[in-house]
Nanobody
Framework: QVLLVESGGGLVQAGDSLRLSCAASGRTSSNFAMGWFRQAPGKEREFVAAISAGGMFTYYSDSVKGRFTISRDNAKNTVYLQMNSLKPEETAVYYC????????????????????????WGQGTQVTVSS
């Protein structure tokens, strides 16, 4: 079992930056693939970014590419999401997720984009972007 706890959310103005953190504990592994998703009220959960086991590859949705950066610090069992130039429409609860496959396998991008690929989820952190 893996426990994921997000932090770093808050209220910012459009154009501001924010960095989210996801701390993992329990039977975690640096070889776990990690992803960030978000869900706005009344909307379906959507993929934001992911990082492969080992952190050698990153993946982003088209809407955030060039503005968001996902990274991981294996020594701290933490994954980050640096969000720049935030937009009001990106107001949502942001969730981190982990895949339990510890083999270090790097999958195709469609794997990381699907919420079904992840086994553990955090409680979410609220990000509100005012206009």
């Amino acid at each position: 079992q893996v426990l994921l706890v997000e932090s770093g959310g808050g209220l910012v103005q459009a154009g501001d930056s924010l960095r989210l953190s996801c701390a993992a504990s329990g039977r975690t592994s640096s070889n776990f693939a990690m992803g960030w998703f978000r869900q706005a009220p009344g909307k379906e959960r959507e993929f934001v970014a992911a990082i492969s086991a080992g952190g050698m590859f990153t993946y982003y949705s088209d809407s955030v590419k060039g503005r968001f950066t996902i990274s991981r610090d294996n020594a701290k069992n933490t994954v980050y999401l640096q969000m720049n130039s935030l937009k009001p429409e990106e107001t949502a609860v942001y969730y981190c997720a982990s895949n339990r496959d510890s083999s270090g396998t790097v999958y195709n991008i469609n794997f990381y984009r699907s919420g079904a690929s992840y086994d553990y989820w955090g409680q979410g952190t609220q990000v509100t972007v005012s206009s």
